[in-house]
């Protein structure tokens, strides 16, 4: 499902997002991505989604090479994918569920199902009765489930998020690790990162990837690196 084999990033200004990567997630996979601010943990995921591509090394996600030359075949994986962004980039100006919408309009699905699924993903996040509300209006926590609704409405093959826990408090935090468990299918994929190492514990599943100055490493429940 993600294969990447000797992967390095590095940015045009020289700077090293990642090096050496070596590392396969299998379909159905629960994955946390942890490590200190500027590790490489939204550069790793930038490269599942295709949005940079390996400055050396190989990496194939869902059987596609990421790579210059494979624009349109990345397009097309990512129609399998549920991103959740560090920012969220909701669009203001619109509501939750026209947001919810939005994350589905390259999907070429019925206008009645798009609706059928936003529906039923705002309900899942405990936000249905905000659907007519302007995301600008919600608060933080509110937003984020629309971005979550959004992932999840598009059925994703992988869902990726990139830090949903930041900026809550211990309990939110663990309620949101929670629901995104819950949210999970049974051949999804789902990739977190998170800073809240601490709360890795709380929770009784999922493989934990260790970040470090551009190098991602095994890690054992009780912290030392396999
Ligand atoms: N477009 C870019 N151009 C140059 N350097 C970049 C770019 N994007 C990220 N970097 C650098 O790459 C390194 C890794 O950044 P990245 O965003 O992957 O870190 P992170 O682990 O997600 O951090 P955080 O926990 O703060 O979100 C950092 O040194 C960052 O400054
Ligand atoms: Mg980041």
Redesign the pocket.
Known sequence: MIKAEDVSLV???G?V?LKDVELHIEKGEFVYII??????????LKLLMGIEYPSSGSMQVLGQAIHKDEEKGIRNIRQQMGPVF?DFKLIRGRTALENVVLGMRFLNLPKAEIYFRAEEALQRVGLKHKKSSYVETLSWGQGQRVAIARAIARKPTMIIAD?PTGNLDFDNAVNMLDLLTSLKEKDTTVII?T?ATHLIDELDEGRILY?DNGNIDNLSREGAAL
């Open positions: 940015y045009p200004d700077t997002g490590g200190p601010s500027g590790s490489g943990k939204t550069s790793f560090q830090e990162t800073h970040v």
